[in-house]
């Protein structure tokens, strides 16, 4: 496969390491504009064809775990392994426009100078095109089609995140018209974090905290906020309130990158989706692997675990749904699962059960912040 890679790609990178680069709207363009021109000159040729689009495959037959060589940072990667989208292929052809049509509206937005989210770019394409985006979900797969056909991130593409992070603690934050949050006098719904990425890159931090805790539920970071945690633990509590939004995980990687001897820990639910969660943070995805890889840091495990369960009484052991049957599955084929981690997904289906952390609250509603304190003075996290 690697000796047809110039054949079979439009722009050429690592060998070994496929990546998303972060391109200038002129450089973007440019590629945009290369795209269009090989398809017209496969058009007017003595033997015209509708080219095929040449897409690195996303999927785990084409991932790698890399170690960091100067860090204990492991992170998913895709390799360079090909799929076509083609306008004669059955089932393709929908999509194969689809990724033109993308192109086509990005090159406006980057022609006008402007951002958009995931989610107005899909009304933007319902409006227009609506034989073709019936859903979001079609967006959202044509615009990762674009960035493995282009080698660019969404980000240079015009796209910005729809964040739904917030973040709050000990630490201040300075933007580039020099205002100052302090992130520990605002209130239980924290600092909104902006899903701008070229924005985020130029926040300044200053912290005397001594650990970052990433917590999964926005109502249990409400309610950590609210207890102040914070005074208790000198920390910062970040959340993306569920499955981690790619301006949330930029955030926590430039708070890891400047303060990077704290170490980073997480709270997540007991259960299948709590750990994918996690592992998110920890490696990246392969869904999103041309670009998420360089956003991965060594989270930490805090809770909850399974020595936790013990002092659950069994009403708050709840039977595992077949989705997350579905979801320990695909943990459990991973390449990148620790020991420890393949254990804790083990216990759970073993049990059949999960365990989500307000089950914590059977011992009061003060409890949650003296078990995180007990577990940090501990360092019981893995």
């Given at each position: 496969m690697e000796s047809d890679f110039p054949k079979s790609s439009l722009f050429s990178s690592d060998q070994r390491l496929c990546s998303a680069q972060i391109l200038d709207p002129s450089q973007v363009r440019a590629?945009?504009?290369v795209a269009v021109i090989k398809f017209l000159n496969a058009l007017s040729s003595p033997t015209p064809a509708i080219s095929s689009l040449p897409l690195i495959c996303r999927k785990s037959s084409n991932s790698d775990v890399r170690c960091g060589l100067l860090s204990d940072v492991?992170?998913?990667?895709?390799?360079?392994s090909f799929f076509s989208r083609s306008f004669l292929r059955a089932g393709h052809a929908k999509a194969f426009i689809r990724v033109w049509k993308v192109m086509e509206m990005c090159f406006q937005i980057l022609s006008q100078g402007k951002l958009v989210t995931q989610r107005e770019l899909f009304y933007k394409l319902l409006c227009d095109s609506p034989n073709y985006f019936?859903?979001?979900?079609?967006?959202?797969?044509a615009?990762?089609?674009v960035v493995a056909l282009l080698r660019c991130t969404r980000n240079s593409l015009g796209i910005i995140a729809s964040s739904r992070g917030t973040i709050i603690g000990r630490l201040s934050i300075k933007n580039q018209e020099g205002d100052v949050v302090d992130c520990s006098g605002l209130g239980p719904a924290g600092y909104a974090i902006s899903g701008d990425l070229n924005l985020l890159s130029k926040l300044e931090f200053h912290s005397d905290a001594r650990y970052i805790i990433v917590v999964e539920k926005d109502a249990i970071f409400q309610r950590l906020a609210e207890?102040?945690?914070f005074n208790l633990v000198p920390c910062i509590l970040i959340t993306a309130k569920g499955y981690p939004d790619i301006a949330t995980r930029f955030l926590l990687f430039r708070l890891n990158q400047t303060f990077s001897e704290l170490p980073i820990l997480g709270l997540v639910d007991w259960n299948p989706a709590g750990l994918a969660?996690?592992?998110?943070?920890?490696?990246?995805s392969i869904a999103m692997g041309l670009e998420s890889y360089r956003y991965a840091?060594?989270?930490?495990?805090?809770?909850l675990r399974k020595d936790d369960l013990q002092m659950l009484p069994q009403l708050a052991f709840i039977k595992l749904k077949p989705r997350d049957l579905q979801i320990a599955k695909s943990l459990m084929s991973s390449k990148t699962l620790q020991e420890t981690y393949r254990a804790e997904l083990t216990a759970m289906v073993e049990k059949g059960h999960r365990v989500e952390i307000e089950a914590l609250y059977f011992r009061g509603f003060n409890f949650l912040s003296q078990y995180i304190a007990t577990k940090i003075?501990?360092?019981d996290y893995i």
């Open positions: 590629r945009i504009e492991s992170s998913v990667f895709l390799s360079h019936s859903s979001q979900r079609d967006a959202n797969r615009v990762q089609d207890d102040c945690l969660i996690l592992s998110t943070y920890k490696y990246g840091c060594n989270i930490k495990w805090l809770g003075v501990k360092s």
